[in-house]
């Protein structure tokens, strides 16, 4: 079975610390890999879409690797902001399949 | 540019009534995905169309669910009859590419109560 985990389910840091979150998935013939964001009450934020063939996506603050020989993407959000805080959520597709798996999510709380 | 647009923002119903959520996706984008979100199960995709033809529709949980999608800028999520365990927020999403190859874009949900 095709499996998305994110581990921890939730995080504390103080602000200005780098945030580095985890994506792990079970088979590594993934066609690409999403980052969201989620706020409560709210839809999801695209913040980063890596495909099989990249090995890392940048959009300003945000950093997201993939490496597909050990099933793992992290995203890292460099000298986090309180408004850096929300879930994240990670969505794989796997190239057998054309829709996105979902991850359970990462909350983040960003201390001020 | 408009994103996803999603109505109702809320809903509220008693159990036994019909429910019909709305969408209209981002112009060109022409694959369309309703989801739902509950803390027990997380996201799970109900429905895809593509060129506004439903391509899978093996996650929708019931025949008391159906969806339609009349053209390239509207589609429609219905359940009839609602149940409370129909309660959960309904997510509409569109992409540019088939499937799952390009980069969803989701809209602000529906939160949908039955009572």
């Known amino acids: 079975k095709q499996e998305v985990t994110q581990i921890p389910a939730a995080l504390s840091v103080p602000e200005g610390e780098n945030l580095v979150l985890n994506c792990s998935f079970t088979?590594?013939?993934?066609?690409?890999l999403q980052w969201f964001r989620q706020d409560p009450g709210k839809g999801l934020t695209s913040l980063l879409l890596?495909?099989?063939?990249?090995r890392e996506q940048t959009s300003g603050r945000l950093n997201a690797s993939l490496d597909k020989s050990s099933g793992r993407s992290t995203l890292y959000i460099a000298a986090s902001q309180p408004g850096d805080s929300a879930t994240y959520l990670c969505?794989?597709?796997?190239?057998?399949?054309?829709?996105?798996?979902f991850g359970a999510g990462t909350t983040v709380t960003v201390r001020a | 540019d408009a994103g996803v647009i999603q109505s109702p923002r809320h809903e509220v119903t008693e159990m036994g009534q019909e429910v019909t959520l709305r969408c209209k996706p981002i112009?060109?984008?022409?694959?369309l995905f309703w989801y739902r979100q509950t803390m027990m199960r997380g996201l799970e995709l109900l429905i895809y169309?593509?060129?506004?033809?439903?391509?899978?529709d093996s996650g929708m949980p019931e025949d008391r669910f159906s969806a339609k999608m009349p053209n390239a800028s509207f589609s429609t999520l219905k359940i009839q009859p609602s149940e409370p365990r129909d309660s959960a927020v309904y997510f509409c999403?569109?992409?540019?590419?088939?499937?799952?190859?390009?980069?969803?874009?989701f809209g602000p949900g529906t939160r949908l109560t039955v009572l």
């Open positions: 999403a569109s992409s540019l590419q088939a499937g799952a190859k390009g980069e969803q874009f």
């Open positions: 088979d590594s013939a993934i066609y690409n």
């Open positions: 890596i495909q099989s063939s990249q």
């Open positions: 969505a794989v597709s796997f190239s057998n399949d054309y829709k996105l798996s």
């Open positions: 112009s060109g984008h022409n694959s």
């Open positions: 169309f593509n060129n506004n033809v439903p391509i899978d």
